[in-house]
Nanobody, 125 residues
Framework: QVRLVESGGGLVQAGGSLRLSCAAS????????MGWFRQAPGKGREVVAA????????YYTDSVKGRFTISRDNAENTVYLQMNSLKPEDTAVYYC??????????????????WGQGTQVTVSS
């Protein structure tokens, strides 16, 4: 089992920044690809960013490229999402997720089977 706990969400004005953190426990963190997903009201869950188990590769959905940065610290068992130039359309519950580093690519949304409880990000216009 992998336990994931997100933090860092909140209310911010458009153009502002937030940094989300996700602390992992339970298994060898470096054996897992990590992803950040979000779900806006009335919409499905979408992958925002993902990072390979080693940190050597990252993926971003088109709408956040150039604004968001995913990173990880395997020594601290933590993955981060730095969000800059936030827009009202970024408003959503953000979830951290993990999947074992075998099988599907880290950038594929399938196979993520460990999830955090979510943290709310609200961007006001």
């Amino acid at each position: 089992q992998v336990r994931l706990v997100e933090s860092g969400g909140g209310l911010v004005q458009a153009g502002g920044s937030l940094r989300l953190s996700c602390a992992a426990s339970g298994r060898t963190f470096s054996s897992y690809h990590m992803g950040w997903f979000r779900q806006a009201p009335g919409k499905g869950r979408e992958v925002v960013a993902a990072i390979r188990w080693s940190g050597s590769s990252t993926y971003y959905t088109d709408s956040v490229k150039g604004r968001f940065t995913i990173s990880r610290d395997n020594a601290e068992n933590t993955v981060y999402l730095q969000m800059n130039s936030l827009k009202p359309e970024d408003t959503a519950v953000y979830y951290c997720a993990a999947k074992y580093a075998s099988g599907a690519s880290y950038s594929s949304p399938t196979g993520y089977n460990y999830w955090g409880q979510g943290t709310q990000v609200t961007v006001s216009s």
